[in-house]
């Protein structure tokens, strides 16, 4: 554990020797982490979210945002966020899979139509009761934000049927669900933090992994592996959350404008999102990565349909998935 993740837990711990109330908050910066570093699109939109805060209230809050995953990977930074070591924490759904079954849902592959789609429902009711139902778990959902499409890309061979996953390793992120939908494709899944899967695909230890456009070409992932196939398996979104520990000392008034600053940072993260997309794809294409379009992205699908009998199994669920379906 790094000394910064040591003394974030300590503050943790020490918070109530802090006083507990309203003021505390006011008085130091508010303190947020994102795997992704620096002008990032998520880490672009919590910065923003920040100075929407900051701009709100004439400075009386402030926000740091921790990026580069220096306070480690988005499983630990959950764990501080819920200690209330942190007061936001940018995350994808992946980390909270484990967390809260609701959040399989918008997890599950070949889910979503398309983004317009994707972007409807977690706008939505069905966004709405995923966010929720994260408040047991000592989370604050506020946001969701976009995280395009993810796809498979490996350092040894195009893939075009599940056939060709045949005894790839493939790292996944730290969710059941991951593994068994690579597992159900024929590779085997290796979860391992993200900060972690550019050394491991140098070294030879897994053959590729998954991801969307940016992620792929930011983490330089794509310089080693030269084979991207676009099977779009997963539209599965970030999240911003809040500590139901910061959240709890701050006034009615105070968390209105906050709800309403993550709100407004929605649609300022879609359109660097956008341009991101393509800037990323462009430069992969430029490396000379071989970009498989022509794919049987319908075996895919039927193949990892025990994904969704294996991780949709309560009616809380179902009802989720059906709501989501209904959305046009
Ligand atoms: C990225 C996402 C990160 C993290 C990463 C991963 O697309 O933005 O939050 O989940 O993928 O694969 O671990």
Redesign the pocket.
């Known amino acids: 554990m790094t000394a910064t993740r040591r003394t974030l837990i300590g503050t943790a711990m020490a918070v109530p020797a802090l006083g507990g109330c309203v003021q505390a908050i006011g008085e130091r910066a508010l303190r947020s982490a994102?795997?992704?570093p620096s002008g990032y699109p998520?880490v672009a939109a919590v910065d923003y979210f920040g100075q929407l805060l900051s701009d709100r209230t004439g400075g009386r809050l402030r926000l740091k945002n921790y990026a580069g995953g220096q306070l480690g990977d988005?499983k630990d930074t959950l764990e501080i966020t819920v200690f209330g070591g942190l007061d936001f924490n940018?995350?994808?759904l992946?980390?909270l899979n484990p967390i809260e079954p609701l959040t399989l849902v918008p997890s599950l592959p070949f889910l979503f139509r398309s983004t317009d789609h994707m972007r409807r429902s977690l706008d939505g009711a069905p966004g709405r009761t995923v966010l929720d139902a994260l408040t047991p778990h000592g989370l604050i959902g506020l946001a969701f934000y976009d995280?395009?499409e993810?796809s498979f890309y490996n350092r040894r061979r195009p893939i075009r049927t599940p056939a060709d996953m045949r005894g790839l390793k493939l790292r996944v992120?730290t969710s059941d669900l991951y593994v068994a939908l690579v597992q159900a494709l024929g590779a085997n899944a290796t979860p391992m933090?993200?900060g972690e899967?550019f050394q491991a695909l140098v070294q030879g230890v897994i053959d590729g992994?998954?991801?969307?456009w940016?992620?792929f070409q930011d983490s330089r992932h794509y310089e080693v592996a030269n084979y991207l196939s676009l099977t779009r398996h997963v539209m599965a979104p970030?999240v911003l959350v809040a500590s139901a520990r910061t959240w709890g000392k701050l006034s009615r008034a105070d968390r209105d404008l906050i709800r309403q600053a993550a709100t407004d940072s929605v649609p300022f993260m879609r359109t660097l999102w956008e341009a991101r997309e393509v800037e990323a794809r462009r430069l992969i294409e430029a490396a000379g990565v071989e970009i498989i379009e022509d794919l049987d992205r319908a075996a895919f699908e039927a193949a990892v349909q025990p994904v969704w009998t294996r991780f949709i199994t309560t009616d809380r669920q179902r009802a989720l998935v059906a709501a989501i379906r209904e959305i046009v």
């Open positions: 994102d795997a992704h998520t988005e940018r995350v994808n992946a980390p995280s395009g993810r992120q933090p993200y899967v992994a998954e991801n969307n940016p992620s970030e």
